[in-house]
């Protein structure tokens, strides 16, 4: 398979934060910014390997500044590293002041998704490369992304299986 530019997965997504997308601050709920995240990250994903993409994991969520009822939210979203299977997807979300016109950042997040055949199991990708300055410094940062979140799963895993399917007051009948 022949590689592809990150850029080629860009996906963009702009939305309008209306009423009942806010809380009690009248600010964007965390839950419905990270409905957008993967949405428009996924598509980025699928985008790249032409295939059905599955989230495997979401680094974290960095929520740095508060959007506001009436804001704008534009979601950004470019594959930024591929493994066999799997790729990072990098996503920015910058709101924006629709009537000063004011911009900002508001989050970040690093997803990984699983690009997976008819029948559900994991499918061979083509790799991507950087072109620009920003895209390099991801790409090049990513793998030790990979490690970190290879030992948080590992990690995850064993918590899974200390804790198991039981509520916590009935383990201990």
């Known amino acids: 398979m ?12 702009t939305a309008h934060v209306l009423p009942p997308d806010a809380n009690t601050h009248g600010t964007l709920f965390g839950g419905r910014l990270m409905a957008h995240i993967d949405d428009v990250a996924a598509i980025s994903a699928a985008r790249h ?3 059905t993409v599955v989230t ?14 009436g804001d704008s939210i534009c979601v950004e979203a470019f594959v930024t590293w591929t493994h066999n299977t799997s790729m990072e997807v990098f996503v920015k979300a910058v709101a924006e002041d629709l009537l000063t016109g004011h911009r900002e950042v508001c989050s970040t997040a690093f997803l990984t998704f699983v ?11 083509p790799s991507v490369y950087p072109v620009s300055e920003v ?7 990513a793998p030790a992304r990979a490690n970190h979140r290879n030992a948080r799963r590992k990690q ?10 039981a509520f916590p007051w009935d383990a201990e009948k």
């Not at 022949?2 to 997504?13: R, T």
């Not at 495997?56 to 009822?69: G, I, N, R």
């Not at 895209?135 to 940062?141: D, I, M, P, R, S």
């Open 2 to 13: 022949e590689g592809k530019p990150c850029s080629n997965s860009l996906a963009v997504k």
């Open 49 to 51: 390997a032409r295939k």
């Open 56 to 69: 495997a994991s979401t680094d974290s969520v960095d929520f740095l500044q508060p959007v506001k009822e």
């Open 115 to 125: 690009a997976v055949d008819e029948s559900g199991k994991p499918s061979p990708i």
């Open 135 to 141: 895209e390099k410094k991801l790409h090049e940062e």
């Open 156 to 165: 995850s895993k064993k918590m899974a299986a200390t804790f198991g399917t």
